[in-house]
């Protein structure tokens, strides 16, 4: 198409986003019906939209799950749609990282081929972030095409934007998934040393699921903080209206081959972040190019070019000591207690950042781009 038009678009999914994290923190019959729903339901879906999408379709087929847009491709071999592979996450990767598999097996190269076939069939690629794409080429070679769009849809429009003036008590919120992408230890550290150089001038709300929840709530156990359960988007947009602070998380390892979405909806909340992650991530820059925020360095590298001094694979995944990302937490904690307009500086830089970056508009023009090509 050489011209974006308004179009029809249906979204193909089996269970909502609120669904998933309860049957992620449940039990082993609930986590069953995840896995079922993700690795059977969601693809069959998908293979049945691709058989019957007429020729001037176009789907956008997300990497969750990891086969998904090889199958889709498979099934509209007769109509020949368009094929966008939206890598969210890495595969095989983030499952190494997550020890689900191991690193150099078997699993790790068939799961491998699967990422380097779809390089090679669909139409486009577009990643989440610059270093996810750059990562994965490294990994199992370029795609077709490739792009990187570094936000997700978060309406902007939904949310409040009065930021008041930061009362003399500091609220941090945690919301969203304590997955196997995220720093549980590093967060409960940040937490509990907060705690020590803020005491009662700080105060916490944790809103979580995934499968290192109970991780992270045994690394904070004795601080008398309670860690609840995931809420509707509706009462989170309400929620958050009590805090300042939104606190995001990833490990080194995961810094390679995720980027959490909910960081563009803390951004639109007017939420100023700490992301406790490594300096050279996609996270990091995020908070960087925005001014929303600040980051704890949880590697012991500061630039992707570091990285690359000596062995790649095991710099990705060198993790700082503890006392340092202690140090630097307290720090951090002390300057926001003793300085509280750059907080409510920064959450205008957020909401700013959310509307401006981030927000619906700019979100449609770089689709656009990408979608003009076909």
């Not at 019906?33 to 998908?46: C, H, I, Q």
């Not at 750059?134 to 990187?148: I, N, T, V």
């Not at 008590?169 to 940040?190: I, N, R, T, V, W």
């Not at 929620?239 to 995720?258: H, K, R």
Request: charged share 20%; hydrophobic share 45%.
């Amino acid at each position: 198409m050489s011209k974006m038009v308004d179009v029809p678009v249906r979204q193909v999914f089996s269970i909502t986003e609120l669904k998933y994290r309860q049957l992620a923190a449940g039990g082993r019959l609930a986590r069953l019906r995840l896995r079922l729903a993700m690795y059977f339901g969601y693809p069959l879906k998908v293979l049945a939209v691709a058989l019957m999408a007429r020729p001037t379709a176009i789907l956008i087929v997300s990497s969750n799950t990891f086969f998904a847009p090889l199958l889709a491709w498979a099934g509209s071999r007769m109509r020949r749609p368009v094929i966008v592979h939206w890598r969210c996450d890495l595969y095989p990767d983030a499952l190494v990282v997550a020890r689900n598999i191991p690193e150099g097996g078997w699993v790790e190269y068939v799961i491998g081929c699967v990422q380097w076939l779809m390089n090679r069939t669909c139409d486009q690629v577009v990643a989440v972030g610059g270093l996810l794409l750059e990562h994965a080429d490294l990994r199992w070679g370029k795609a077709r095409r490739s792009a990187y769009i570094d936000n997700v849809p978060s309406d902007e429009t939904n949310f409040f934007h009065l930021i008041e003036r930061t009362p003399a008590s500091l609220g941090f919120h945690y919301g969203g998934q304590m997955g196997y992408m995220h720093e549980p230890d590093s967060m409960a550290l940040f937490v509990r040393v907060a705690l020590q150089v803020g005491g009662p001038r700080v105060h916490f709300d944790f809103r979580m699921s995934g499968a290192y929840r109970p991780q992270f709530e045994a690394a904070i156990r004795g601080t008398g903080l309670v860690v609840n359960g995931p809420i509707e988007n509706a009462e989170w947009k309400v929620l958050i209206q009590n805090y300042q602070v939104g606190l995001v998380s990833l490990s080194p390892g995961g810094a390679m081959v995720s980027l959490p979405s909910k960081i563009y909806s803390m951004l639109a909340g007017g939420l100023a972040i700490v992301a406790v992650c490594p300096a050279w991530s996609d996270l990091a820059e995020i908070v960087r190019i925005t001014g929303g925020g600040w980051v704890i360095n949880n590697s012991p590298h500061h630039t992707v070019a570091q990285l690359k001094e000596g062995d790649y694979a095991r710099n990705c995944q060198a993790r700082r000591s503890a006392a340092e990302v202690a140090a630097e937490s307290g720090q951090l904690v002390a300057e926001l207690l003793a300085d509280q307009t750059e907080v409510e500086r920064r959450r205008r830089n957020a909401v700013r950042a959310a509307h401006e970056i981030f927000g619906l508009p700019e979100l449609r023009r770089r689709w656009a781009a990408v979608l003009e090509q076909f």
